[in-house]
């Protein structure tokens, strides 16, 4: 019993501070072409609800791999921070889009951004600005390391 009080209070410190607690981080590395960042996995309605939601920062290596059955899919920047590239992939790992330089959204009505097909299986949350600078294009194969 006492070690759920202290699991919710290190829970709740952690979203007091936006998420920056490191609790049981996991982190997995994935390449995409050239790059390789350092990745949460958002495998659960839960996590990909969250996102990166209250993050105030984001080391430029790292990032959070969404998880998804196959279809299509929609982001929004409602209360996040950071501005974001985001990267859809296909079943087989394909990137088949990149939205670059999508703007953090703290208003009551957020722009969504969705995939252009319906065969999206994972999508790449990463720095605005970081798949250019790092020379990630369409076609580029995701690996999960």
């Given at each position: 019993?006492?070690r759920?009080?202290?699991?919710m209070?290190?829970i709740?410190?952690?979203?007091?501070?936006?998420?920056?607690?490191?609790l049981?981080?996991?982190?997995?590395?994935?390449?995409?072409g050239p790059?390789t960042?350092?990745?949460?996995?958002?495998?659960?309605?839960?996590?990909?609800?969250?996102?990166?939601?209250?993050?105030?920062?984001?080391?430029?290596?790292?990032g959070?791999?969404?998880v998804?059955?196959?279809?299509?899919?929609?982001?929004?920047?409602?209360?996040?921070?950071?501005?974001l590239?985001?990267?859809?992939?296909?079943?087989?790992?394909?990137?088949?889009?990149?939205?670059?330089?999508?703007l953090?959204?703290?208003?009551?009505?957020?722009?969504?951004?969705?995939?252009?097909?319906?065969?999206?299986?994972?999508?790449?949350?990463?720095?605005?600005g970081?798949?250019?600078?790092?020379?990630?294009?369409?076609?580029?194969?995701?690996?999960l390391e």
């Amino acid at each position: 019993m006492n070690r759920l009080w202290l699991l919710m209070a290190a829970i709740m410190m952690g979203i007091a501070l936006g998420g920056r607690l490191a609790l049981a981080l996991e982190l997995t590395r994935v390449t995409v072409g050239p790059a390789t960042f350092q990745v949460e996995m958002a495998r659960t309605v839960e996590e990909r609800a969250r996102g990166l939601m209250f993050r105030r920062e984001l080391p430029r290596d790292r990032g959070m791999l969404f998880v998804q059955a196959p279809g299509p899919a929609a982001f929004w920047m409602k209360n996040t921070y950071i501005a974001l590239d985001l990267l859809y992939f296909d079943a087989d790992g394909r990137l088949l889009q990149i939205e670059a330089g999508v703007l953090p959204c703290v208003t009551p009505t957020c722009p969504v951004y969705p995939s252009a097909t319906a065969t999206v299986r994972y999508v790449l949350e990463i720095n605005a600005g970081e798949a250019a600078r790092r020379g990630i294009r369409v076609g580029d194969q995701l690996r999960l390391e």
